[in-house]
T-cell receptor, first 113, second 111 residues
Framework: AQSVAQPEDQVNVAEGNPLTVKCTYS??????LFWYVQYPNRGLQFLLK??????LVKGSYGFEAEFNKSQTSFHLKKPSALVSDSALYFC???????????FGKGTRLHILP | NAGVTQTPKFQVLKTGQSMTLQCAQD?????MSWYRQDPGMGLRLIHY???????DQGEVPNGYNVSRSTTEDFPLRLLSAAPSQTSVYFC??????????FGDGTRLSIL
């Protein structure tokens, strides 16, 4: 069975500092990995995805994520945080042998001015 | 483009009542899914569909029914609402190997 874990419920970062939001996954086949962001009272917005290719994936709003197959991780990163990055972030995984996409529990990111 | 449209946006039900949450997409996506979002639980997959006439269960399917008679629509039915089904419900659609597009959600309260 596929699963995804976000070990931190909340991450606090000072504005201008680099940020990392952690995600690990478990699949039986090849992983398709995604990051989404959710602002209050809204649906989820897509940030970036890894299907195949380069391990460093660049996405929207200056975010990037690094795929690490040996550690089964897909951490979200940004070199310099903005207050406007404060939101709820979800990691999601799809096993290549199945059609369903499973989400983690989410990590709330607080960027402190 | 409208994208993924969910109706209603808010609903209050009494225990035992039934209702249907509507989801429509105008992107000709094959894949559609229903999730529920609860505090501390993230998004949990209820049911999903890989095309018209094909549906399958997700992580938490009990108490919910779905059907997919057209590519555009994927309604979620609560046959007998229970307080445990109080949640925010999201519908999503996607193309092959593409990320999902989400609706704005339906906030459902069961009294």
């Amino acid at each position: 069975a596929q699963s995804v874990a976000q070990p931190e419920d909340q991450v606090n970062v000072a504005e201008g500092n680099p940020l990392t939001v952690k995600c690990t996954y478990s699949v039986s086949g090849n992983p398709y990995l995604f990051w989404y962001v959710q602002y209050p009272n809204r649906g989820l917005q897509f940030l970036l995805k890894y299907i195949t290719g380069d391990n460093l994936v660049k996405g929207s709003y200056g975010f990037e994520a690094e795929f690490n197959k040996s550690q089964t991780s897909f951490h979200l990163k940004k070199p310099s945080a903005l207050v406007s990055d404060s939101a709820l972030y979800f990691c999601a995984v799809r096993d290549s042998t199945y059609d369903k996409i499973i989400f983690g529990k989410g990590t709330r990111l607080h960027i402190l001015p | 483009n409208a994208g993924v449209t969910q109706t209603p946006k808010f609903q209050v039900l009494k225990t035992g009542q039934s209702m249907t949450l509507q989801c429509a997409q105008d992107m000709n996506h094959e894949y559609m899914s229903w999730y529920r979002q609860d505090p501390g639980m993230g998004l949990r997959l209820i049911h999903y569909s890989v095309g018209a006439g094909i549906t399958d269960q997700g992580e938490v399917p009990n108490g919910y029914n779905v059907s997919r008679s057209t590519t555009e629509d994927f309604p979620l039915r609560l046959l007998s609402a229970a307080p445990s089904q109080t949640s925010v419900y999201f519908c999503a659609s996607r193309g092959v190997n593409q990320p999902q597009h989400f609706g704005d959600g339906t906030r459902l309260s069961i009294l």
